[in-house]
């Protein structure tokens, strides 16, 4: 493990410290807990490592747990380093004495409390194992004041070591049901984790080439190939009635890579389950089992040869007003190679999908968790861990949860493009209050769903804390912007003003 | 209750619907959940009311947990009214499902979650019951999406009511005791919690005065009286060290609104008890208990006549550079009539409240959990409870925790004054970090603790959302600006630009 997202207080000074002596470790400052945690994710979803954050008891976990719940959703491998109180002080119920352990626990991954300094390495390679699964998880070690002070008093004869545990292999009945599925019923594949890289997706493709099935992707993949060449799933959509009716004539559907689909909320009358009833579902792969191994034995057993992926014509850049469609056209039309991109876009990158499946090859990292201000902060972790340049698509709504991103962008210098679009609004709850039947014809409930009076300027937020930005107004501009933001090292701010509201 | 600081998803929309029907209720949008549950803080400390909030499921929960546990550690009444999926949807564990309880109970209040729609009048009121407590306390409703959109089949004959507890009397035989220490032995009333009001502090003074004793207060005060004309007791040191020091010639200690002071942080060779040993402890008036009876019950016993306030001049307003020093000087010569101050001033405010003794009478917040990004949040609380103007002084890291809160100010026009302290550093970890012990000389470690290389502008922060500001480089320009935003409604952002680091 080589770095560190850290906000830490005086219990984490012994950490801090031992950054001097550790050059391998970078230590990265984060003015935010919940930065620290999200960049950890992004650095994870590219690297596949696990990155530490350094945290400051109760509440430095609280103000990253929203992000460490995305991070989980995601299941990538990630280390908490979490500070206590000494041992010998927890009892005094000082004003920040909390409870570390259930906020950890209410993450469902791994935790221990090290008791003394002689536990510690032992404790560090435990919590990095239990990180990586599989499927990854949140591993948070919590090292109290005194642990981190105190001296090792019997040194291990040598380190302990970090153990990998492998993926596990696919159980060849289910791939037998599969098989026999695939080639009698109305079936699916339906994909997602680590069966999302160009090289599974293409497995994938041959198979439903093959045996006639459909291909279904997650509504909202942690990370996943796009562009020129890769194959483009159909994707579940996100409004449950939508995605009931597209999976409604699917009799068995073959899960690699992904749990069962449900609906992201529930809503009056409409069912929570979006298979049809009576599909016949296969678990070929869940999170965690080795979803090449099972494409390829799909592959084998059909002698399914190698499908061609369909070609077109990349979009081009677009001109005129900005809209959700222009929007999309122009990420879409300027994308760089080997882009990997951050889309919290919310409602207005609703086109940007569609519109890239001929872009420049790149990668997409989406909501996981559903829990907003992710994509600035997994746009930073992306970029630590990548030499490749970073483009977050950014809600306003969402990016002023963990807008002091930012500001490591610019302290670390760190290739990261971030497009803010400005809708002025919580457009998707406008939307979800009328599929949950809230309907209200009152401006006080208008109101709170509306984010003008006053107007933010994002481009200010953003050269506050030290990233140059730009406005765009038309698709010309953005376009114009995105450009020079790609042949310019650092990061850039460029903030897209869109229609308000829906759009 | 009549205030609610709402930062509302897809599950909390049928409470926002009602907010067009009921117009008692005032919502109001933050823009983070943590401004939110800090805003319910500083509303409750300053009006005794609890406010809710309103939160979107787990995540939510946590973003806010932070200011919870302010709010916990001040002892303020506060409802949360936390969102969660439909009853019947948690067991397909979408993207959001999340464990609200562990989160809730954390904070060691009181949770429930309703069930049906004819249990929610029942709930809400029970849950305003238990945030009164006493003493006050968080109390978590969480309100499942379908009991939000479900009817209510059997309405109550009469609404619920709530109960408010009376504060509990002073055992008789701890007066006794209390009489007989203060009497005898080298005593000190150490007060905190309800006896820092103006009143209660008088009638402090008045036994201090008739008996001899000391008169402590604890360091970190939820909100107390302060200016000319209200007794200033000796307040204890946040340095353990400091602490330990003004503490040990006293061999008893009478505890009045507050718990036994001990060490904030753990430090190697510093004790965690702040007391002597062998100081003679009595728990006159915990917290929950009246402590303007345990006050008269002593003055009455002493027949303590009417003390002498001290009396002196309030300082002069100050010319020339601008230094922790003549930073506290501005503020405390140019307080207006009944102020209420929001101090996170950390380590740029410590010379606050000794020039503030004899400044215009105002009240004083305070940072009780000592989870930074309280200040901002809190004043925005303060002025939604009072028409008083309210003034933060905001360190810029701590500043940095919660600045969404500047947006909320500027759209419901708050009279709020923010000094935002510009010293480019976490200058309170350079001073942490040497007393635990974890000195190094490297510059990887140095580069964790400040907040240069970008400088941030945090008058653009202000600006950018709403708030206008200007920049204060010395002590004129503050003085300046402090009486223009005092007189001028709405809000106002200072930055006050002071040497780099510790000064």
């Known amino acids: 493990m080589t770095t560190c997202f850290a906000n830490p207080g005086t219990s984490e000074m012994h950490f801090v410290a ?18 620290a945690t999200g960049a950890a994710d992004g650095y994870a979803r590219v690297s596949g490592q696990p990155a530490a954050t350094l945290l400051h008891l109760g509440p430095g976990l609280a103000n990253g747990w929203a992000n460490l719940h995305n991070a989980r959703r995601a299941r990538v491998p990630l280390v908490n380093i979490v500070g206590d109180h000494a041992t010998y002080h ?58 981190s002070w105190g001296e090792v008093t019997s040194a291990p004869e040598k380190w302990p070591t970090v153990v990998r545990t492998a993926l596990a292999s696919p159980d060849d ?13 109305r079936s699916a594949l339906f994909v997602g984790g680590s069966a999302l890289s160009r090289e599974q997706l293409a497995l994938a493709h041959r198979v439903a080439q093959s045996s006639g099935a459909r291909l279904i992707m997650e509504t909202f993949p942690a990370i996943m190939d796009r562009g020129a060449g890769v194959v483009s799933p159909e994707r579940l959509m996100y409004l449950s009635e939508f995605a009931i009716a597209q999976l409604q004539d699917i009799d068995a559907l073959i899960l690699i890579g992904a749990n069962e689909p449900v609906g992201f909320f529930a809503y009056p009358d409409v069912q929570s389950r979006l298979v049809a009833n009576g599909c016949n579902m296969v678990h070929l792969a869940p999170p965690g089992y080795d979803t090449e191994a099972a494409l390829h034995a799909l592959v084998d057993a059909l002698a399914a ?54 872009s420049t090859p790149h990668r997409l990292m989406t909501l996981t968790g559903g829990s907003i201000g992710f994509g600035l902060p997994t746009a930073l972790g992306a970029a630590v861990a990548s030499d490749q340049r970073v483009l977050a698509i950014e809600a306003d709504g969402s990016m002023m949860y ?27 709850l406008n939307l979800e209050r009328q599929r949950v039947g809230a309907v209200s014809e009152g401006d006080t409930s208008q109101r709170m769903l ?51 509201g829906l759009s």
Chains 1, 2 share one sequence.
Request: charged share 15%; proline share 7%.
């Open 18 to 35: 031992g950054l001097d002596d550790v050059p391998d470790m970078r230590g990265i400052l984060c003015l935010f807990e919940g930065v």
């Open 90 to 147: 927890a009892q005094f119920n000082a004003p920040l004495q909390s409870d570390i352990a259930p906020l950890a626990d209410a993450l469902k991954g791994w935790r221990r409390s090290s008791q003394h300094p002689d536990e510690v390495a032992r404790d560090a390679a435990d919590a990095i194992s239990a990180a990586y699964g599989p499927p990854g998880q949140i591993a948070t070690l919590i090292v109290p004041a005194d642990v």
């Open 173 to 185: 009945q289910l791939v037998v049901q599969s098989l026999n599925l695939l080639r009698t019923a």
């Open 305 to 358: 040869p190698v499908a061609t992926v369909a070609d077109g014509e990349r979009v081009s850049a677009p001109h005129g007003e900005l809209t959700t469609q222009s929007l999309a056209a122009a990420l879409a039309a300027t994308m760089p190679e080997d882009l990997i991109v951050a889309d919290e876009s919310n409602t207005g990158g609703v086109h940007l999908y569609g519109l890239s499946q001929f």
């Open 402 to 428: 963990t807008l002091q991103a930012l500001w490591t962008m610019a302290r670390e210098s760190l290739d990261v493009t971030v497009v803010g679009l400005s809708n002025r609004s919580y457009a998707i």
């Open 450 to 500: 509306e984010l003008d009076n006053p107007t933010i300027d994002l481009c200010a937020l953003a050269s506050a804390q030290g990233v140059p930005s730009t406005r765009a107004t038309s698709a010309d501009q953005l376009v114009t912007a995105l450009e020079r933001s790609y042949a310019t090292p650092g990061p850039m701010f460029i903030e897209a003003v869109l229609p308000k």
